[in-house]
């Protein structure tokens, strides 16, 4: 891992970013969020740019899912202020959120499936809540939606007849039913073999490099962080494949917490190079 080359940087910060002019489609600025206790997040900022995937690592513990909330609205700051698709939703009453989220696809830790239901009113969940979508069309579009992560063969079945690959699967479907222009994942991997979790990586590969959907994931798991860098996919062989040697993926770039402070923002070879112990130790 040591050897890969530098990407070129495309993060929001960066000056070819900065001279596209495009607006972040998150930018949190100086967050913190203690929950009456020590911060649980303190003083965070990052930006996630059109068109980019951003790689957040850290152990268990220091806040990462908490992040992931602060963005879709579920956890206020305490002090600072976040952006999504250009609005402050820092103080954004509940009513004026929901649009937002719905813009948004979020994958959540374990899959987060209703066990009552069935796949097909899993993966159309939000479909279901606007009552003027016809049943024909949401039963097309989750058709597509599982043929994206190749389980069209589930529509009718519960998910308790499904492997726990076969759920994460599901609910990545169901994050992407609705065209999301941003897409969270919460550790997606957590739990599942390393066959299984190269599956996942594929299905997030598949959906930058086919859609170009910015997103944010979570992950302690550098295998699956350096496979995103690492790759592409190739819609000729309806698969991920390596990069030529010496190239990574230009717009996939990294995040790291420690203890709820963020200490590294930047590309795969500036991590690899960093000098901040944390960060080493982790990397090793």
């Known amino acids: 891992m040591s050897n890969l080359p530098a990407p070129v940087s495309r993060n929001a910060s960066s000056p070819q970013a900065a ?3 495009a607006e972040p489609v998150v930018a949190v600025c100086h967050a913190t969020v203690s929950f009456d206790g020590p911060p649980v997040l303190e003083d965070i900022s990052f930006t996630v740019a059109p068109g980019e995937t951003r790689i957040l690592l850290g152990p268990a513990g220091v806040g990462k899912s908490v992040l992931l909330k602060l963005i879709n609205g579920l956890v206020r700051p305490e002090k600072g202020s976040v952006r999504l698709f250009g609005e402050d939703i820092t103080l954004m009453p509940e009513e004026r959120l929901f649009p937002l989220r719905a813009r948004t696809g979020m994958v959540f830790q374990e899959g987060a499936l209703f066990d009552s239901l069935t796949v097909r009113d899993n993966v159309s969940y939000q479909l279901l809540q ?13 058709r597509e939606a599982l043929s994206f992560v190749g389980l069209s063969e589930t529509f009718s079945l519960f998910p308790s007849s499904l492997s726990g690959g076969m759920r994460r699967r599901v609910a990545i479907a169901r994050a992407l039913i609705g065209r999301p222009e941003l897409v969270l994942y919460d550790s997606p991997t957590g739990g599942l073999d390393p066959v299984t979790s190269t599956t996942i990586i594929e299905l997030i590969v598949k959906e930058r490099d086919v859609h170009a959907t910015p997103s944010l994931l979570v992950t302690h798991r550098l295998q699956d962080a350096f496979t995103l860098c690492t ?7 309806g698969a991920m494949v390596p990069l030529p040697k010496g190239e990574v993926a230009p717009d996939t770039t ?3 917490l420690e203890e709820g402070r963020l200490i590294f923002d930047g590309s795969v070879h500036e991590l690899l190079r960093s000098e901040n112990p944390f960060v080493r130790e982790f990397l090793q």
């Open 19 to 21: 001279a596209d002019g």
């Open 130 to 142: 606007d009552s003027s979508i016809p049943e024909e069309e949401i039963d097309r579009r989750v």
């Open 231 to 237: 790759h592409r996919f190739d819609p000729e062989q």
């Open 254 to 256: 990294f995040l790291m």
